[in-house]
């Protein structure tokens, strides 16, 4: 066994550029995926800007689903990292197994609610009659790819959570390159349309999910997969732990689904698909932002959680302060971006001018305050990673209802384009003056405590 990274002897800075680079760039590929899926299906003949919109309706959806990943994912892997940090290998073995336990009866049971539901949820979620029919058919066979779906990415989290960044990019790599060969293929090639870009990303994650099992069956990993000590504490701890993430996500795509709904309310028949379209266009774009920044703030945490739990607090602050200046950094480059090719994004999905001149400014628009977002993620990332996650949550939530109640306020007042303003005006929420205030205690406690 080669150890990739020594989470407790490395020199902190490298250790952090070594595990958060290859976590966003993992990530990033991961949503260059998702975008080409949603590029090929624009551009298909005659339907294309409806398909979109039917896909975009399933976006949060899918989302969603896969939020059950994150649940386990990154619930499991920061107390496994703190039982790593504490030499406790055999309690990590547990918290492995039992997560791996956790990821398939999920995935039965997701399938097993979900798929009757399909036509009340997205019809609710921001679905026309005219879209129904494309969202349907990508759902239902999305759907179908759940286990593999949550595998890939909720069992990387365990490869990553052990210092192997790498391992956990190419495993996202491998699926991303085989979706974007079987993408035109299925959609064009065998005129499956919208059914055929489904088909091509559920291959894709049945590779991924297949890499990353056999890594973690492997001797190349300090904690492997193993079958036994199933413990009720465990799941309960894992659950508690993941559910700040999960909720995060959950409600992010909550936020995507109301706003879809707000936008066909005031948009009205004549414009009301058009902006979902529009909406789905700036989600794409979102992405780009907000799932490699997850990646640097997600994928470090084991640094954090290690580090925790071996009492080495001042590398846990020594971390944060360059996992901070990474995400601000990343943000700030995705600002400048968002105004210089923001144009040339749009084009990818549409030719239609006036669609692509709306889509242009509400990119604009919804990255204003992207910097203190990047801020805001690593800092709740952080109390989560340390296991406290009674300050995560509330910290979320607030940034979530000044989402929520932007988005029915404005439309109201200013009409549906306003809606573009709630991510904004969400964002300019920061955790500094919480994290200022606790983090130093918590630290110094456990420092103290044996």
Same mark, same amino acid.
């Given at each position: 066994m080669?150890?990739?990274?020594d989470? @407790?002897?490395? /020199?902190?800075? &490298?250790?952090?550029w070594?595990i +958060?680079?290859?976590?966003?760039?993992?990530?990033?590929? %991961? $949503?260059?995926?998702s975008i080409v899926?949603r590029?090929?299906?624009g551009?298909?003949?005659?339907?294309g800007d409806l398909?979109?919109?039917?896909?975009?309706v399933?976006?949060p959806?899918?989302?969603m689903v896969?939020?059950v990943a994150f649940l386990?994912?990154?619930g499991g892997?920061?107390?496994?990292s703190?039982?790593? @940090?504490?030499? /406790?290998m055999? &309690?990590?073995?547990?918290i492995? +197994?039992?997560?791996f336990?956790?990821?398939?009866?999920? %995935? $039965?049971l997701?399938m097993a609610v979900?798929?009757p539901l399909?036509?009340?949820?997205?019809?609710l979620f921001?679905?026309s009659?005219?879209?129904y029919p494309?969202?349907?058919a990508?759902f239902?066979?999305y759907?179908?790819?759940t286990?593999f779906a949550?595998?890939?990415?909720?069992m990387n989290?365990?490869?990553?959570?052990?210092?192997?960044?790498?391992?956990?990019?190419k495993s996202?790599?491998?699926?991303?390159?085989?979706?974007?060969?079987?993408d035109p293929?299925?959609?064009f090639?065998?005129?499956?349309?919208?059914?055929?870009?489904?088909?091509?990303t559920?291959i894709?994650?049945?590779?991924s999910?297949?890499?990353v099992?056999r890594?973690?069956f492997s001797?190349l990993v300090p904690?492997?997969i193993?079958?036994?000590?199933?413990d009720?504490?465990?799941?309960?701890k894992?659950?508690t732990?993941?559910?700040t993430?999960?909720v995060?996500?959950?409600?992010d795509?909550?936020m995507?689904?109301?706003m879809n709904?707000v936008?066909?309310?005031?948009?009205?028949a004549?414009?009301?698909d058009?902006?979902?379209?529009?909406?789905t266009?700036?989600q794409?774009?979102m992405l780009?932002v907000?799932?490699?920044?997850g990646?640097?703030?997600g994928?470090?945490?084991?640094i954090?959680?290690?580090?925790?739990?071996?009492?080495?607090?001042?590398?846990?602050?020594?971390?944060q302060k360059y996992i901070?200046?990474?995400?601000a950094?990343?943000?700030?480059?995705?600002?400048?971006?968002a105004?210089?090719?923001?144009?040339?994004?749009?084009?990818?999905f549409?030719?239609?001018?006036m669609?692509?001149?709306?889509a242009?400014?509400?990119?604009?628009?919804c990255t204003?305050?992207?910097?203190?977002?990047?801020?805001?993620?690593?800092l709740?990332?952080?109390f989560?990673?340390?296991?406290?996650?009674?300050?995560?949550?509330?910290?979320s939530?607030?940034?979530?209802?000044?989402?929520?109640?932007?988005?029915?306020?404005l439309?109201?007042?200013?009409?549906?384009?306003?809606?573009?303003?709630a991510e904004?005006?969400?964002?300019?929420?920061t955790t500094?003056a919480?994290?200022?205030?606790?983090m130093?205690?918590?630290?110094?406690?456990?420092?103290?405590t044996?």
């Amino acid at each position: 066994m080669v150890m990739e990274n020594d989470l @407790g002897k490395d /020199n902190v800075w &490298k250790l952090v550029w070594r595990i +958060a680079i290859p976590s966003m760039l993992g990530q990033f590929v %991961s $949503v260059f995926y998702s975008i080409v899926d949603r590029m090929y299906v624009g551009n298909i003949p005659n339907v294309g800007d409806l398909a979109l919109a039917g896909v975009g309706v399933c976006g949060p959806v899918v989302t969603m689903v896969g939020s059950v990943a994150f649940l386990v994912g990154v619930g499991g892997s920061p107390l496994m990292s703190i039982s790593m @940090g504490e030499n /406790n290998m055999e &309690k990590a073995r547990k918290i492995l +197994a039992n997560c791996f336990l956790m990821i398939c009866v999920f %995935s $039965v049971l997701l399938m097993a609610v979900v798929l009757p539901l399909r036509r009340p949820m997205l019809m609710l979620f921001g679905a026309s009659e005219a879209t129904y029919p494309y969202a349907d058919a990508y759902f239902t066979t999305y759907m179908f790819g759940t286990l593999f779906a949550l595998i890939a990415n909720g069992m990387n989290q365990f490869v990553i959570c052990q210092g192997f960044a790498k391992v956990g990019m190419k495993s996202v790599i491998l699926g991303a390159v085989l979706n974007i060969v079987l993408d035109p293929i299925f959609i064009f090639g065998l005129k499956m349309g919208v059914t055929g870009g489904a088909l091509a990303t559920v291959i894709s994650q049945m590779a991924s999910a297949a890499y990353v099992l056999r890594f973690l069956f492997s001797y190349l990993v300090p904690v492997r997969i193993t079958f036994g000590g199933y413990d009720w504490k465990i799941v309960g701890k894992v659950l508690t732990m993941g559910f700040t993430p999960f909720v995060i996500i959950a409600i992010d795509n909550v936020m995507i689904i109301a706003m879809n709904a707000v936008l066909q309310k005031y948009g009205g028949a004549a414009n009301g698909d058009m902006l979902v379209t529009c909406a789905t266009i700036v989600q794409s774009f979102m992405l780009i932002v907000t799932m490699p920044l997850g990646g640097i703030s997600g994928g470090t945490q084991t640094i954090l959680g290690y580090n925790y739990g071996a009492r080495q607090t001042q590398r846990v602050k020594d971390a944060q302060k360059y996992i901070v200046m990474l995400c601000a950094g990343y943000t700030a480059i995705m600002f400048v971006l968002a105004r210089l090719v923001g144009p040339l994004f749009v084009r990818l999905f549409t030719q239609d001018a006036m669609l692509a001149e709306k889509a242009v400014w509400a990119i604009g628009v919804c990255t204003l305050a992207i910097i203190p977002l990047g801020v805001q993620y690593e800092l709740v990332d952080g109390f989560t990673a340390i296991g406290k996650v009674n300050i995560s949550l509330p910290l979320s939530f607030w940034r979530k209802l000044v989402y929520f109640v932007a988005l029915f306020i404005l439309p109201a007042i200013w009409g549906a384009e306003a809606i573009f303003y709630a991510e904004p005006i969400s964002d300019v929420f920061t955790t500094m003056a919480v994290y200022g205030l606790t983090m130093n205690k918590i630290l110094k406690r456990r420092q103290v405590t044996q």
